[in-house]
């Protein structure tokens, strides 16, 4: 199993963070298999093409799904890292992971949706497209994919500070505790960016409320500023050790 892969590969990353998810449990296994599922939607048709153009048709969509692909595998990551870290498998936990993947699954079709519309003119031509919106429409499709993000890195937000309130039993460390209070800031960031491109969305001509995307690039310019910051201040506070202490 990947999950299972990708523990063996990072469980000695002398990281200064013990993980404390060692098994792979139902609710994960129950997430991988929705993930599984949602990542079939997304493929353009479920049908073998029945004509060569068709299937030219369907190649041309490889932009759209692959980025919708990526962004679920940024999700599913980010799920794995924090069972990995936590092994947390309560009953808030159940809750909020469930949620999550119930919205992941919801979003796939306006994700698909609006990927495939940005790329509409490359897969089926100019004017061609069976996807079509109303110029009053496009900042409704933008607010609907917003709130969707907002959901989805809303509830790692209450993932992370339900381990942060369980720090006692879960024994972290003051490093973990800084480490998850990164994570907790991040998505926080993540969040305002979201509703940011909502508000972008309503004050834009409908004509060009599309353009509210444009908010989301914002992340890499943040997030290289935010970690530097964050990582230059983990350094001081909790210096790296020799990776044979932190074997121990």
Not at 54 to 75: D, K, P, V, Y
Not at 138 to 146: A, F, K, S
Not at 168 to 177: R, V
């Amino acid at each position: 199993m990947l999950r299972q892969l990708l523990y063996k590969r990072t469980a000695g990353a002398n990281s200064g963070f013990h993980f404390r998810g060692h098994e792979i449990r139902r609710i994960e296994t129950f997430s991988d298999a929705v993930f599984a599922f949602a990542v079939t939607l997304l493929i353009v048709s479920l049908e073998v093409p029945r004509t060569f153009e068709e299937l030219l048709t369907g190649m041309r969509g490889f932009l759209a799904f692959g980025i919708c692909f990526c962004l679920l595998m940024i999700i599913w990551h980010e799920q794995n890292t924090f069972f990995r870290r936590y092994g947390l498998d309560d009953r808030t936990t159940t809750i909020l992971n469930s949620v999550l993947i119930f919205i992941v699954l919801f979003y796939v079709y306006p994700l698909k949706f609006l990927f495939t519309l940005i790329f509409s003119d490359q897969i089926y031509g100019d004017g061609k497209s069976p996807f079509t919106i109303r110029e009053s429409q496009v900042p409704q499709l933008m607010i609907i994919y917003d709130l969707g993000y907002i959901a989805i890195y809303g509830l790692f937000l209450l993932l992370y500070l339900h381990a942060l309130r369980n720090k006692i039993s879960l024994q972290l460390t003051s490093l973990e505790l800084f480490d998850t209070r990164t994570k907790l800031y991040a998505h926080g960031l993540l969040i305002s960016i979201g509703m940011l491109s909502i508000i972008t969305a309503l004050l834009l001509p409908p004509a060009r409320a599309g353009w509210s995307g444009m908010v989301y690039a914002l992340i890499g310019i943040i997030f290289t500023i935010y970690y530097s910051i964050r990582g230059k201040k983990r350094r001081n506070i909790y210096p790296p050790q020799p990776f044979n202490q932190t074997q121990k």
